[in-house]
């Protein structure tokens, strides 16, 4: 995927999720009634921005979304388990990262963090193995693996032990990047729960068979309170998270009648250093 291709999707995605799309309501709802035959639609839109703001910022209604997500992941990863399936490598796909200069912790999403936690911790009950780190997002001319990297170290896994894959776009270049990398090895795929599935999928149809170590579990598992009943931005994050898969999914679903179903090469980057 191009870099315009990446942004044109990710400018359609923001203006069809709850926030963006109750602005495209509103705005609607403030400009079409300047419109003589759009005077009747234009409280119709407003009404409608209400709905879907009032909606999506119940916590229990992201919940119900990320539910099916979540269930198709399965269970946290075993380190013994996976110790006796022979697996070499740990790839962790990253979760963004945001633009500050503060200290490595502070820069990765907490997505990016609980994965890489669980890439660590997984990594060293398999001390020989490999620990692939991805994620192509850049703030600051630093990549978001590079940026995983530098934590790891932190953390305790020696650099000898580390590869960097720091172009990738989003899961679908992460898979064809790292495919030539991953060919007959025993790997072990660390990525959130709701995107599990999906990321399985896309490593599947490259011909991997990535044994999956979910994390990061909004819905599964969670005690429903009071909270989960009362409008907050969590709700609205738990929403957007959860129509974001379903859309990607969507979005990989009509590429496959232009692309078929059948594997896809994979993209020959050389593995990535760690800086000192």
């Known amino acids: 995927m191009t870099d315009?291709?990446?942004?044109?999707?990710?400018?359609?995605?923001?203006?069809?999720?709850?926030?963006?799309?109750?602005?495209?309501?509103?705005?609607?709802?403030?400009?079409?009634?300047?419109?003589?035959?759009?005077?009747?639609?234009?409280p119709v839109a407003l009404w409608l921005a209400v709905v879907v703001l009032t909606v999506c910022s119940f916590p229990v209604v992201g919940s119900w979304l990320l539910l099916p997500l979540e269930k198709e992941a399965g269970g946290f990863a075993d380190p013994a388990r996976l110790a006796g399936q022979g697996v070499s490598v740990?790839?962790?796909?990253g979760g963004s990262m945001s633009s500050s200069r503060a200290p490595w912790a502070d820069r990765l999403s907490a997505a990016s963090l609980v994965r890489l936690h669980e890439g660590v911790r997984l990594w060293?009950?398999?001390?020989?193995?490999?620990?692939?780190?991805?994620?192509?997002?850049?703030y600051h001319g630093i990549s978001c693996a590079e940026v995983m990297a530098r934590l790891a170290r932190e953390m305790g896994v020696p650099a000898s032990a580390i590869e960097i894959e720091p172009k990738s776009l989003d899961t679908e270049d992460q898979a064809d990047r790292l495919a030539p990398r991953l060919r007959g090895e025993t790997f072990v795929l660390v990525t959130s729960a709701f995107h599990a599935a999906r990321a399985r999928g896309l490593f599947q149809r490259r011909g991997l068979h990535p044994v999956m170590a979910p994390v990061n579990f909004r819905?599964?598992?969670?005690?429903?309170?009071?909270?989960?009943?009362?409008?907050?931005s969590q709700g609205l994050e738990l929403?957007?998270?959860?129509l974001k898969e379903y859309l990607g999914r969507l979005w990989y679903w009509v590429k496959s009648f232009f692309t078929g179903p059948g594997p896809v090469a994979g993209r020959r980057d050389k593995p990535g250093t760690v800086g000192k």
Do not use: M, Q
């Open 90 to 93: 740990v790839v962790v796909l």
């Open 239 to 242: 929403v957007e998270l959860a």
């Open 219 to 232: 819905a599964l598992g969670h005690s429903r309170t009071y909270y989960d009943y009362l409008p907050s």
């Open 4 to 42: 315009a291709a990446f942004l044109i999707k990710k400018i359609v995605t923001s203006l069809v999720l709850p926030v963006g799309l109750c602005l495209v309501l509103l705005y609607l709802g403030l400009l079409l009634p300047a419109w003589r035959r759009g005077r009747r639609w234009g």
């Open 124 to 138: 060293k009950a398999l001390p020989h193995a490999r620990l692939i780190l991805s994620d192509g997002t850049v």
